[in-house]
C-alpha cells in the first residue's frame, strides 16, 4: 500500500538531547514537508525540499535541521536549540498539486 | 501573523443538520482553497478545494463558497453525519508556490 510512514508515533526526550523523527514515503512523491501543530495554531511549515539533495526553511526552522539524501526520505532532527520542541510532528509528501498533499499519522515529541 | 484564519474553535451540530464552518484570510495574493480533515491522531487528508475563478465548489455533502471580495471562505456539510465529527483545517496558497498557509482548526462534533 502507498503511504507516507513516520516513526515513532510517540517520543520523550530529555532537555538538551537531539532527536530524529523519521518519514518515509513510497508514492514517489517529489516533494516532502515537515509541519509543527500546536493546541491553538494552524500547522506551521518547518522545513520542505523540493527534489532529492534540496531543502528550503519554512516559516519555523530554527532549532530543527533535515535531509533529503534519498526521494523517500527526509528526516527531521529536533535538535537541543528548539526552545520548545514538546509538539506534533506532521509530515507531508505531494506531487504537483495540493489536493496530492498526503500526511502522515504524526509524532508526539514529549520533552521532560 | 495569522494569514489565515478560522475564528471558531469548535462547533456543535445535531445530525441532519448543516455544519457551516467559516474561514478568513488576509493575503489577497491567495488564489487557491482547500480544506482538510482530520481524525485525532492521524494526519489530515484532503478533503474539498476551490481556486479564485469560482465561487463556489460542490462535492457531494459538501460546498465551498468563496467570496474574493470579503477574503472568506465557508465550508457546508449537508446533512452533517456522526463521521464528520473531527478538525477541519482552512488552507491557502498562491498558485505554483512552495507553501500552503493552514488555519488553526475548527473541532466540528456531530451529535445525534
Known amino acids: 500500500d502507498g503511504g507516507i510512514t513516520q516513526s515513532p508515533k510517540y517520543l520523550f526526550r530529555k532537555e538538551g538531547q537531539n532527536v530524529t523523527l523519521s518519514c518515509e514515503q513510497n508514492?514517489?512523491?517529489?516533494?516532502m514537508y515537515w509541519y509543527r501543530q500546536d493546541p491553538g495554531q494552524g500547522l506551521r511549515l518547518i522545513y520542505y525540499?523540493?527534489?532529492?539533495?534540496?531543502?528550503q526553511k519554512g516559516d519555523i526552522a530554527e532549532g530543527y535541521s533535515v535531509s533529503r539524501e534519498k526521494k523517500e526520505s527526509f528526516p527531521l532532527t529536533v535538535t537541543s536549540a528548539q526552545k520548545n520542541p514538546t509538539a506534533f510532528y506532521l509530515c507531508?509528501?505531494?506531487?504537483?498539486?495540493?489536493?496530492?498533499?498526503?500526511f502522515g499519522e504524526g509524532s508526539r515529541l514529549t520533552v521532560l | 501573523d495569522q494569514q489565515v484564519k478560522q475564528n471558531s474553535p469548535s462547533l456543535s451540530v445535531q445530525e441532519g443538520r448543516i455544519s457551516i464552518l467559516n474561514c478568513d484570510y488576509t493575503n489577497s495574493m491567495f488564489d487557491y482553497f482547500l480544506w482538510y480533515k482530520k481524525y485525532p491522531a492521524e494526519g489530515p487528508t484532503f478533503l474539498i478545494s476551490?481556486?479564485?475563478?469560482?465561487d463556489k465548489n460542490e462535492d457531494g455533502r459538501f460546498t465551498v463558497f468563496l467570496n474574493k471580495s470579503a477574503k472568506h471562505l465557508s465550508l457546508h456539510i449537508v446533512p452533517s453525519q456522526p463521521g464528520d465529527s473531527a478538525v477541519y483545517f482552512c488552507?491557502?496558497?498562491?498558485?505554483?508556490?512552495?507553501?500552503?498557509?493552514f488555519g488553526t482548526g475548527t473541532r466540528l462534533q456531530v451529535f445525534p
Open positions: 488552507a491557502a496558497s498562491v498558485y505554483n508556490t512552495d507553501k500552503l498557509i
Open positions: 508514492l514517489n512523491h517529489d516533494a
Open positions: 507531508a509528501s505531494s506531487s504537483p498539486g495540493w489536493e496530492e498533499l498526503f
Open positions: 525540499s523540493q527534489i532529492v539533495n534540496d531543502f
Open positions: 476551490i481556486s479564485s475563478i469560482k
